[in-house]
């Protein structure tokens, strides 16, 4: 594969920001859509230049001209199409979550490992400068020893309608949000001693089964502590992610979306500096490193084990604020 043959699953929004521009930017060719609605589809198609619209998702999986699959359906059909597309050999850029819970994602992970096909976990920000500059400043000391970590993941409330708030869909407030502040701190337990544990849940919900707000207190084996802190019924936007030193602190000011704001604020005793990583999209950085893995073999900083590990521990979170998993 010298450029990727890509078939998108769905038509959602995220898409245009996730797969097809940067797929424009880095030339790789999008041959086919697939949607619940044929109409639907034709209209993705026309509107962001995909070759075709295929009748169902199955047709996609199937086409001979698809090689790498894009999944960013609804939560709960995360799991089942991507095991489609594993069992058919294709490699699989899935938006997060993984799967619904953590038996979803290691049956996926488990028959990927089988058919030694690649399956990865779209944590884009993982990939982007702003989020490889807190690690250095943490790497070279800059920051000291890590004594505290806190994800902040809020958001204006979505529509009544939106797949968010659906149960069935494997909707909620941690799994739309908290996933990324769990996958965070996680990544970050190599400067605090290991991969933390969960120390107590908060949940509120808007429905049944369904929280509109999840936060998540967390400690590391170094003694060090962190919280993840979500909600879907914000007034504005707020993803921020904030590292608490032994000499000094440093904070992203959107580092799921640094294509608008690409800002490190590094404070060390009286010294306050700002950082600017660059405005490339982190779902540009993504894709390029997906493509690279594909066609040179080079390593992922992530894999399905990972992906396992991510939804361990959104099972262990619900349960601690006394709520049952997806």
């Not at 028959?111 to 943490?138: D, K, N, W």
Request: glycine share 8%; charged share 20%; proline share 6%.
């Amino acid at each position: 594969m010298s450029g990727l043959r890509i078939g998108v699953l769905g038509a959602s929004r995220i898409a245009e920001n996730a797969i097809v521009e940067p797929a424009r930017m880095l030339g790789h060719r999008l041959v086919a859509c697939a949607a619940r609605d044929r109409g639907r589809a034709e209209a993705f198609a026309s509107k962001h230049g995909v070759e075709r619209a295929l009748p169902s998702y199955q047709d996609l999986i199937d086409d001979p001209d698809v090689d790498v699959v894009y999944n960013p359906l609804a939560n709960s059909l995360h799991a089942p199409w991507n095991l489609a597309a594993v069992r058919a050999g294709k490699p699989v850029l899935t938006e997060k979550p993984f799967a619904r819970n953590r038996t979803e994602a290691a049956h996926v992970a488990e028959v990927a490992s089988a058919q030694g096909v690649t399956v990865m976990e779209g944590f884009h920000y993982l990939f982007h400068p702003v989020t490889r500059r807190l690690q250095q400043l943490l790497s070279e000391g800059t920051l000291g020893e890590l004594r505290h970590v806190e994800v902040v993941m809020r958001m204006p409330t979505p529509a009544p309608t939106d797949p968010r708030w659906s149960l069935e869909l494997a909707g909620g407030a941690l799994m739309d949000l908290g996933c990324y502040g769990l996958h965070s701190h996680r990544l970050l337990g190599r400067w605090a001693g290991g991969s933390p544990r969960i120390v107590e849940a908060r949940a509120v919900e808007r429905f049944p089964g369904i929280d509109e707000t999840f936060d998540v207190d967390l400690e590391f084996p170094n003694g060090a502590t962190g919280a993840s802190l979500n909600s879907m019924i914000h007034p504005a936007h707020q993803f921020t992610l904030t590292l608490f030193g032994s000499k000094g602190r440093a904070c992203a000011h959107n580092f799921i979306k640094p294509h608008q704001d690409d800002r490190i604020t590094v404070t060390i005793g009286s010294d306050t500096t700002i950082e600017n990583l660059g405005t490339r999209s982190s779902y540009t950085y993504q894709l390029e490193t997906f493509a690279e893995h594909l066609t040179e073999g080079t390593p992922l900083p992530i894999d399905a084990d990972d992906a396992v590990a991510n939804m361990t521990m959104v099972d262990e979170a619900y349960r601690a604020a006394g709520m049952s998993p997806r």
